[in-house]
């Protein structure tokens, strides 16, 4: 699932923008590593050049999934999240107010930012409204739900969705735990819902029938 619907890394490739990719550097981690913390002093804005990362909030045992950015997705340091390779990891990083002064100067830019950052906001409020008053099952369908919409494949009469993670990162993401998370989905497996396919591949025979039991 793209976080943001919008790839800087094309907007970057823009020969109007030239200045602008000159104020990034690349830096590149490895998977599972901690990019940034909650406490980090630096005030960076990012770019996923390669790889994915998790951004999420932890409060003592508790880890609360904001989002996964791939590749062209845009974050920030100061927004006081945690931010984890998910895979092996290049971004382009560069210190806000180098990346203001272009803003101003690139009206182009400005305007892929705002959308940027007005898509973050959205995702953000609906993944606390989720975490707030329903439960795993229903926040495991609506993602199955979104992915099919936003990435599914026709095949027959339904789709064919690759989730592209783990059970234990899709857990992760929703807020729940590995063996809740794969129940789940074999629990929908056997409803009709999907039929499964490999790993982390499925099979949706009806998307109709999906919005109806994500609506109930």
Aim: glycine share 10%.
């Amino acid at each position: 699932m793209k976080f943001t619907g919008v790839n800087l890394l094309d907007e970057l490739g823009r020969d109007e923008l030239g200045e602008l990719r000159n104020v990034f550097r690349e830096r590149a981690w490895s998977k599972g590593a901690i990019i940034f913390d909650a406490d980090e002093t630096d005030n960076l804005v990012f770019i996923i050049a390669e790889g994915r990362v998790r951004v999420y909030l932890a409060y003592e045992d508790k880890e609360f999934t904001l989002g996964i950015l791939g590749p062209g997705d845009l974050y920030a340091t100061h927004a006081g999240c945690y931010v984890q390779a998910f895979d092996d990891t290049r971004l382009l990083l560069a210190d806000v107010q180098s990346v203001k002064r272009c803003m101003t100067e690139m009206p182009v830019f400005t305007r892929t930012m705002v959308r940027v950052l007005g898509n973050i906001l959205q995702n953000t409020f609906s993944i606390i409204g989720g975490l707030a008053f329903k439960d795993i099952y229903d926040r495991l369908m609506d993602y199955i739900l979104i992915e099919a919409q936003d990435n599914g494949v026709p095949e027959g009469d339904g789709l064919t969705i690759s989730l592209g993670l783990t059970t234990e990162q899709l857990a992760q993401l929703l807020g729940a735990t590995r063996q809740t998370v794969s129940t789940l989905l074999n629990d929908m497996v056997r409803a009709g819902f999907m039929e499964k396919r490999g790993r982390g591949r499925f099979h949706i025979p009806s998307l109709d029938a999906l919005k109806r039991a994500a609506a109930g």
